[in-house]
């Protein structure tokens, strides 16, 4: 992926994501439930309006405004909870060791569903950084790996994890998605006080965060889409165009801090981002697009939908992806950061007494498993050699060795 | 108990794991049941405990795509789940491979066999390619073959997206046998069109039922190509001179292979032609292909459940471990090995057969 498209270089449109604003011309919020829908019923095959309607990304991560709001609302409540409760616990465990425990911060100074939205933006932001900056890292393992941390705290909480463990994690597994893996000893190399271990520990937690479901579909290729679709004019703005595109492409990268990818489709997206670095542009094409659609008799819709609607989709990205180009209230997140370190889930910190205690658990758990598995197979093992009833007792002495079960037999 | 773990453990209770039907060094094959409707099912487990750099790039891509790909000519992945730290994928049970199908001396093909099996090789990939998505590794045991006679492609290991200008590849992909000649003389960008030369190969050696260009080495397999085929001309493929790993292998005259698969008849030929072009921007795209006279005219394909299949039941053998694991130093330059002919066919390793 490049960052430089330029109009000599015009990457390949995504044919799913570029040219359709909303393929089926379903309202946004409609094709919602799919979002929010068990991950037991995997689909079979089923042919969409477009290949974006057949994605992981459509299917399973896409919900309305309200889901979202609804799911997060519920994650932070029953954090709060865990928290609260495992808090108690490790007070009992720790003065059952004889140690002094604080009295944990109240609930009300745990993190709201705000607070934690803004450390995982904060991190998200972090995420860029170290792949600009530290790695050389292309395009898409950023945006890839940014949507993994996004998409993990859709299913957990900032307060069982720390979004700062989490971001490494995500950022390496990203890189080996998107085809640049980086040795884990180079990767750690750039991060300072991480251990190999700390970042293949959660792997396997983030993967399965994900549900196994890596290729995100971001909005840089209907982006680029867009760039030839603009040129599809009678007097094709080729210089406006040209000038509009590092804006375009900022507000892309704004709009991976947002829930942007959540709500609306990635061409959507992309057509906001647009819009955002140069109004008229975008308004000039869609006026276009419409009148000719409207000057050929029987021509269906362009993007199908209709002008109003698709204004009406655009304005709302617009605001979602606006608002996330303001800069970071870096006091606000450290606040945050300091409230964090007093309700972190106890059974999640190395070192707690109560961490211990779930550890032995588990692997009291784990070996005793493992004593039945081997049982079993020495069971099974026994069941195969005896198929044929017991071996035979190889008597040389014939009738005067009397077989070996009667020996014991009390009664002989 | 977190959230992603509640529906993980959701998930892995829909599956009932039965007897191993496959081992390796890094996946072992389980035949398995879905509980609630008794279906069969091939459930592949990947350790992933032991690996340095975490989850092994070949697992993942795997994943990645086999979610994204749905279409009945691709083999259907049904779940993932994790036990401990075992990624297992839940997979369409599938009875056997063209492989197999090819070795198997008892079995007679009529070409309307062969043009049916070509149809849905080309099916499932320009589905592939539609989305974007390279296979990579297309030769005849990854071409499953269900009960019901349908083809399904697997195994997407080697597979990654194209379509970013500027983004350098790997040559080293495709089994050496099935591999066009601008991998071989490593090009580090490249199209569809190399999967296109694979089918080409496959088709070719399902009339001879041997390996149409079989090498020894990737210098051998430029040799046997021309020696079959002729020494490409700057006319036939302009500019492959310019190619990063180029060396002369000219001298070989010009040769009628199509010859060779005249049971196809004239249109049938004519495919091979287009599918085995040296100059991969005017070799056939899967989906003009598609297209191809050969599928209309003459006889027409035979139904699936029609098609020759072994009789006899496969016995489970061992997964290759190269054929699971990707080399543990970086899953990019993983070396491909070619199937030896004397060596007994692995076709386990995905499924078991």
Redesign the interface.
Same mark, same amino acid.
């Given at each position: 992926?490049?960052n430089e498209?330029g109009p000599s270089?015009p990457?390949?449109p995504?044919?799913?994501t570029s040219g359709v604003a909303n393929g089926s011309g379903k309202t946004e919020n409609g094709a919602v439930a799919s979002g929010t829908a068990?991950?037991?019923a995997?689909?079979?095959?089923?042919p969409g309006a477009s290949?974006f309607h057949?994605?992981?990304q459509f299917k399973h991560w896409r919900y309305s405004r309200e889901a979202i709001t609804n799911l997060r609302a519920e994650?932070n409540e029953k954090s709060k909870e865990v928290t609260a409760r495992n808090m108690a616990a490790e007070k009992e465990a720790q003065q059952s060791l004889g140690h002094t425990f604080a009295d944990p911060p109240p609930q009300a100074a745990y993190l709201s569903v705000e607070d934690e939205l803004l450390l995982v933006r904060f991190y998200c932001s972090q995420c860029s950084n170290i792949c600009r900056a530290g790695f050389g890292l292309p395009e898409?393992v950023e945006a890839t790996a940014i949507s993994y941390i996004k998409r993990f705290y859709l299913? *957990?909480s900032v307060m #069982?994890w720390h979004p700062k463990n989490i971001m490494p994690t995500a950022l390496?597994?990203a890189a080996?998605?998107t *085809?640049h893996?980086v040795?884990?000893e180079a990767f750690v190399a750039k991060l300072k006080g991480f251990e190999p271990s700390d970042?293949?520990d959660l792997?396997?937690?983030v993967?399965?965060?994900l549900?196994? #479901?890596?290729?995100v579909r971001g909005a840089d290729?209907p982006l680029r889409g867009w760039y030839l679709e603009f040129q599809d004019q009678a007097i094709p703005p080729t210089d406006n165009l040209q000038r509009a595109l590092p804006a375009a492409l900022e507000y892309l990268s704004a709009s991976r801090y947002s829930d942007a990818e959540f709500l609306y489709s990635p061409a959507q997206i992309a057509l906001a981002a647009w819009r955002l670095a140069n109004k008229e542009l975008v308004d000039n094409f869609l006026e276009f697009k419409y009148q000719a659609a409207e000057a050929e008799e029987g021509a269906a819709l362009p993007f199908g939908a209709p002008l109003a609607e698709l204004r009406i989709v655009l304005a709302e990205v617009e605001a979602v992806v606006a608002a996330s180009t303001a800069k970071f209230d870096i006091k606000k997140i450290k606040e945050v950061d300091k409230r964090l370190k007093g309700c972190t889930n106890p059974e999640k910190v190395p070192g707690t007494a109560l961490y211990i205690k779930r550890k032995a658990e588990q692997e009291a758990k784990n070996a005793e498993a493992k004593a039945e598995k081997a049982a079993k197979a020495a069971h099974a093992r026994v069941a195969d050699d005896t198929i044929f009833g017991a071996p035979i007792a190889s008597t040389k002495d014939g009738e005067s060795n009397p077989p070996q079960a009667a020996l014991d037999d009390p009664f002989a | 108990m977190?959230?992603?773990?509640l529906?993980?453990q959701?998930?892995a209770e829909?599956w009932e794991k039965g007897v191993k039907i496959g081992e390796g060094t890094f996946a072992n094959v389980y035949k398995g049941t879905e509980k609630a409707t008794g279906r069969k099912i091939a459930i592949k487990k990947i350790k992933?405990g032991e690996m340095?750099?975490?989850?092994d790039?070949t697992a993942?891509?795997e994943?990645?795509?086999l979610?994204?790909l749905?279409?009945?000519n691709i083999i259907?992945?049904?779940?993932?789940f994790?036990v401990k730290?075992n990624?297992n994928l839940v997979l369409e049970f599938l009875d056997t491979d063209l492989e197999a199908v090819i070795r198997d001396k008892s079995l007679i093909f009529q070409p309307a066999d062969i043009k049916s099996w070509t149809a849905m090789s080309l099916r499932g990939l320009e589905y592939i390619h539609?989305?974007?998505v390279l296979h990579r590794d297309l030769k005849p045991n990854n071409l499953l073959i269900a009960s019901t006679g349908e083809l399904k492609i697997a195994d997407f290991g080697l597979a990654?997206?194209f379509?970013?200008?500027?983004?350098r590849m790997t040559s080293q992909v495709i089994t050496r046998w099935y591999r066009p000649p601008e991998l071989l003389w490593g090009a580090r960008y490249y199209s569809p069109a190399v999967d296109m030369w694979s089918i080409g190969t496959i088709v070719v050696e399902l009339v001879l039922r041997v390996p149409f260009l079989a090498g020894d080495s990737d210098i051998d397999q430029l040799k046997k190509t021309f020696h079959a085929m002729g020494s490409p001309t700057e006319q036939d493929w302009p500019g492959h001179t310019k190619l990063p790993d180029y060396h002369e292998v000219a001298g070989y005259p010009p040769n009628p292979w199509w010859n060779l698969v005249s049971p196809l008849g004239r249109d049938g030929q004519n495919l091979c032609r287009e599918l085995l072009k040296f100059d991969p921007m005017a070799r056939v795209s899967a989906k003009a292909a598609l297209h191809h006279k050969f599928f209309t005219t003459g006889e027409r394909p035979t139904a699936p459940i029609l098609l020759p299949k072994p009789l006899a039941e496969l016995r489970p053998r061992d997964i290759a471990p190269q054929d699971v694991a990707g080399m543990p130093?970086?899953?990019?330059k993983r070396k491909n090995t070619t199937p030896n002919g004397t060596e007994q066919r692995s076709i386990a390793r995905k499924l078991f057969a």
């Open positions: 992926m490049t498209p270089r990457s390949k995504a044919s799913g068990t991950p037991a995997r689909a079979q095959p089923t290949p057949e994605t992981s994650l898409a299913k *957990n #069982e390496f597994l080996k998605t *085809n893996p040795p884990i970042v293949l792997e396997f937690l993967a399965q965060s549900g196994f #479901e890596f290729w290729k | 977190d959230l992603a773990a529906e993980n959701t998930r829909r992933v340095k750099d975490g989850l790039m993942l891509r994943v990645k795509f979610q994204e749905h279409h009945p259907g992945l049904l779940d993932v994790s730290q990624v539609r989305n974007g990654r997206e379509g970013d200008a500027k983004t130093d970086s899953g990019t």
